[in-house]
């Protein structure tokens, strides 16, 4: 299975499902990686310029795919802080999604949740929102961005499912308990995002603790959650 990850930062895939992408690396899954921004809004040291925060985020993420078996990475190159959903960034998606055909796409929830801030970052919501509105109808419809076709030979390409990550309900979850490991490695690549880093693993797998307990998995599991869409 060809499996897209789409997201507005870097970090964000690793924070909403790092452990399940190492889960199916693992299993002989081939995940694709797609960041909407360079992260270059991030970090705390106001001596980095915002140009030198993009490269070091490029390097942080592709490091930290690395670690639960991503080497495909691709960067869209939006304005972290001022992502719209509009036909540039559908664009921009549906253009990724004719390139890797993907069996699952893995995108962000466009669906604030009011218990969940940090989930709810105006950035995820719009690429939430444009990464369904790629799915469908554009990238499977050969008349919506007709150049794509035109000019650069990108066939339609429908994809079967979406799994979102970050929104108020879920259906779906993912057992990480043999790689949470690899999560709290991979969120410790972003080092230029980390105020306290050593607090970091305690707080991942408790997350997944919580997971796992509402997703109804075995006392003691680590999971990861999603709201699966039928997209075919």
């Known amino acids: ?20 992408t190492a889960r199916w690396t693992a299993e002989g899954h081939d995940v694709v990686y797609c960041l909407v921004t360079d992260g270059q809004a991030g970090g705390f ?3 980095i310029s915002r140009t030198e925060m993009a490269v070091l985020r490029r390097r942080e993420q592709t490091e930290a795919a690395a ?3 991503v080497t ?18 559908r664009r921009s ?14 995108g962000q929830s466009p669906v604030r949740d009011l218990n969940r801030m ?11 929102e444009a990464t369904l509105a790629a799915v469908y109808p554009d990238s499977r419809n050969q008349f919506a961005f007709p150049e794509l076709l035109a000019h ?33 490695e991979a969120l410790l690549c972003h080092t230029s995002q980390m105020r306290m880093p050593h607090e970091m693993p305690e707080r991942i797998r408790q997350w997944g603790l919580d997971v796992a307990q509402a997703g109804g998995l075995p006392e003691g599991s680590l999971a990861e959650a999603f709201r699966v869409l039928d997209t075919r």
């Open 152 to 184: 650069e030979n990108l066939e339609p390409h429908t994809v079967p499912e979406v799994w979102l990550v970050g929104g108020p309900t879920a259906d779906q979850y993912v057992d990480i308990t043999a790689t949470v490991d690899k999560k709290i």
């Open 118 to 128: 940090y989930a709810s970052h105006p950035d995820h919501l719009a690429v939430g």
């Open 93 to 106: 998606i549906t253009r990724i999604i004719r390139q890797t055909k993907p069996d699952r796409v893995v």
């Open 45 to 47: 040291d106001p001596s």
């Open 1 to 20: 299975m060809r499996i897209l990850h789409i997201a507005a930062h870097p970090d964000d895939l690793d924070f909403g499902c790092a452990g399940s």
């Open 67 to 69: 670690v639960v078996g």
């Open 72 to 89: 495909e990475l691709h960067f869209l190159g939006f304005a972290d802080g001022s992502v719209e959903s509009n036909l540039d960034l």
